[in-house]
């Protein structure tokens, strides 16, 4: 049980540092918070002119989740999972934040990435296909997240299908206004300059 607590609470933590705020202020762009979205994720940074903070910050923000697998994974199976689920609901929901974080989408392939690589590919091809299928980015990463727990049951690998079921219905959950956007046709297509505060 105390191997448990410990990857979780390791995941948490390290899940929870808002690296596209840190970047951004240490580059003196100002407080993510206050700009576009206020969303912490790569996608806002964008929107600061700053490709090369948005490119760090998508990878920063996937390594952490792969950093807390493969680290726990030194103990156990069980212990991996749990850091994966604990970096994710960092990330999501942040102490440092006052609980307001990212949607996941860069953490959540991070996991896969570090649980089962070949899954990571399926989520990338998905999110392809559908982001070009769609021209919407969000289409993408949603149709993606519920190609990940399909290819982990294929597979076999039952235990972390149901981590990636639970974390698909949370990324789902934080996308909430863009499922809104899409339903309605006012989702921001790719490519294309959106509301600042979409």
Known sequence: MEEKIISFVFGYLLGSIPFGIL???L???GDLRTIGSG?????NVLR???KDLAVATLLLDAFKGTVAVLIA???S???AILAGLGSFIGHLHPVWLKFKGGKGVATFLGLVLALHWPSALVFIGAWLAAAYLTRYSSAGALVASLAVPVSLMFFGLQD???LFVALAVLLWFRHADNIRRLLNGTEGKIGQKSDPKA
């Open 23 to 25: 970047l951004t202020k």
């Open 77 to 79: 199976r069980e212990a």
């Open 39 to 43: 969303n912490i994720g790569a996608t």
């Open 73 to 75: 994974a030194q103990f």
């Open 160 to 162: 972390e299908a149901e």
């Open 27 to 29: 580059a003196g762009t």
């Open 48 to 50: 600061t002119g700053r």
